[in-house]
Structures are given as structure tokens and as C-alpha cells.
């Protein structure tokens, strides 16, 4: 998807039930929580001198819904958000049109953006490029800086260690409380345990991107718990209606399935005294059958006869 604006100022992710599934689980999309961004620009940014406040043009180049553009636009002289799927949702996309991340930096080669800022497709299932693959061509194109939302578990494997050792991150801010993210739309009651961090990198005084002083090593640092009691905003909920057809968010699920359970009546004492009643009439006329040398139940025999029980 492809749209500028301008501006006055991203598995144990939860599933949401869709009416075909599998589409949307390839596209690997997982909608940001609104607060999420805010907390890069409010409390990540800064740190490194930068912010809350843009002045430049931002790229959002795995935008999904624009869930995160539209945040990002907050802050943002000027917004660009692009994605290689339309996810069948074009009324909830605010008639963004489909592009292939390829395509759209060759569009940028003559104006190329300051920031690139995206929750990059956690999948690495063609035809999606994983954030590992996609890092070296936004290091190439971003002028000033670029912030990807990816699980704190994307600093493993041994790929991760030499992609972070050749091009390593200015910092990653770790959020102490969750960031649930679910797939096909945002649910701003949904929840996670999945752990997610803000991977930072900014070229220096000299143009250049940040070298690491001993391999592997860089900056991090904990992001203070409270993020979305302090970012969420009641106009975020808008944003919740923007998602794949057939959506039904886990919090509705989680509900259905609590009244599901409640339906079932409880067992009444009355109903436990007709069962037992039931079962010592069936061992009184088992004891009767086993007397007389008629079959009787394996179970009988282990518990009445072998087992002594009387």
C-alpha cells in the first residue's frame, strides 16, 4: 500500500478466528497496538537525542492496516506507507494500493526517506522477506535512522549474531509489559506473552551507521511498565474496525468461549446420589454374576475381587 500524508504534529502471538485463515497467516499479519508506536517516539527516541517531534519524511514499508502509519503520522512531517498485500481489505485500508517493497524503493531513489519505522512480517515463508532480510535495504535507504518492532526473540540464532555483529543497532528498547499484537485486525483487549523490543539503529556525526566496540555488543535498555496506560487513546478504538473480512478478535472469542462453559449446567448433589445409587446397585449384581460364574467387567474384578474393596 502507498500513501503520503502529512501531519500538523509491531508464536505466541494470539490467532484471531477468520473466515479463511490461511490467506491472512501467509500475509503474517499482526496488527501494532497504537500505544506501541507512541512509546518509540514518547519515551525510545529521545534516548538517542531524537524526537518526540519528526521533521522528516517517515517510510512504513510493511504497513498491513496502518495501524502504525497512522501513529506515526502524529509525529511526522510527512508519511509514507506501503505494502506488498492489500489484504482483501481495501474499504479498511483507506484506499492504500498494494506495492512490493522492491518496487517502492526504486520510487525513493531520488528522495529517499529520512526514517524508516515498521513492525517488519515475523514469517519467513516466501513471498515475504523476514526482518533479516529486509535490514540491509532499509540501512541503504534511510537517510537518519531505522526502528523495527520485532519479538525480543529475533536476537537469537546464529544468522542473528552476525547480522547484528556486521550491523549493529544503536539500541534496543525492551517493553516490560506485553505488546499483544493478534491476526487479521488490532484488539486493544487482546493479550499476549509474547515479549517485544524497539531495535534502533542512527547514523552518527559522520554519516555513517554504528560499529560495534566488541562483538555482539551494543545498548540496551528496559522499557518502564505502563506504556499503554499512558498512550492509549479512546480514538484508538477507531482503528480496531480496521481488519481482514471474517475478523472476530480473541477477547470476543475468549468471551464466547467463558459463556460456552457457563451454559453447562452444574451436577446437582441429587444427581451424584442417583449415580452412586446406580453404582451399587450394577457391583451388588456383578457380585451376584461373578458368583454364579457369568461374565463380569475387567474393572469389577480388579477393584472387588483382586482389590479386596467390599
Known amino acids: 500500500m502507498i500513501q503520503a500524508s502529512g501531519s500538523s504534529a509491531v508464536m505466541a502471538s494470539k490467532r484471531a478466528r477468520l473466515a479463511d485463515g490461511a490467506p491472512w497467516q501467509k500475509a503474517?499479519?499482526?496488527c501494532t497496538p497504537p500505544w506501541a508506536?507512541?512509546?518509540?517516539?514518547r519515551v525510545v527516541l529521545p534516548r538517542l537525542g531524537v524526537g518526540p517531534m519528526l521533521?522528516?519524511?517517515v517510510w512504513e514499508p510493511c504497513a498491513g492496516l496502518g495501524h502504525m502509519s497512522k501513529v506515526i503520522e502524529e509525529f511526522a512531517t510527512a508519511t509514507f506507507a506501503s505494502d506488498i498485500n492489500d489484504f482483501g481489505a481495501p474499504d479498511v485500508a483507506a484506499g492504500l494500493d498494494a506495492c512490493d517493497h522492491s518496487e517502492y524503493w526504486n520510487a525513493?531513489?531520488?528522495g529517499r526517506p529520512d526514517w524508516i519505522i515498521t513492525n517488519p512480517p515475523f514469517s519467513p515463508d516466501p513471498p515475504l522477506k523476514s526482518a533479516a532480510e529486509m535490514l540491509p535495504g532499509f540501512l541503504h535507504f534511510a537517510r537518519v535512522g531505522v526502528a523495527l518492532l520485532c519479538r525480543l526473540q529475533w536476537l537469537e540464532t546464529e544468522e542473528?549474531?552476525?547480522l547484528l555483529s556486521e550491523?549493529?543497532?544503536?539500541?534496543?528498547a525492551i517493553f516490560s509489559e506485553r505488546?499483544?499484537?493478534c491476526e487479521g485486525g488490532y484488539d486493544p483487549k487482546c493479550k499476549s506473552a509474547s515479549a517485544y523490543a524497539w531495535f534502533i539503529w542512527k547514523r552518527q556525526e559522520d554519516g555513517q551507521w554504528p560499529r560495534c566496540l566488541a562483538d555482539g555488543q551494543f545498548t540496551a535498555f528496559l522499557i518502564p511498565p505502563g506504556q499503554k496506560k499512558a498512550w492509549f487513546k479512546p480514538s484508538d478504538l477507531l482503528l480496531a474496525k480496521r481488519h481482514v473480512p471474517g475478523f472476530v478478535p480473541p477477547s470476543v472469542r475468549r468471551k464466547e468461549r467463558e459463556a460456552a462453559r457457563k451454559a453447562v449446567p452444574p451436577v446437582t448433589a441429587h444427581e451424584i446420589e442417583l449415580e452412586l445409587d446406580g453404582l451399587k446397585k450394577a457391583?451388588?449384581?456383578?457380585k451376584r454374576d461373578y458368583a454364579a460364574g457369568r461374565p463380569v467387567p475387567p474393572w469389577f474384578i480388579a477393584e472387588f475381587i483382586q482389590g479386596g474393596s467390599s
Open 28 to 30: 503474517a499479519l499482526f
Open 37 to 41: 508506536t507512541r512509546t518509540l517516539f
Open 55 to 57: 521533521p522528516n519524511i
Open 108 to 110: 525513493f531513489v531520488q
Open 160 to 162: 542473528r549474531h552476525a
Open 167 to 172: 550491523f549493529p543497532p544503536s539500541l534496543v
Open 179 to 181: 505488546v499483544p499484537m
Open 283 to 286: 457391583v451388588e449384581q456383578y
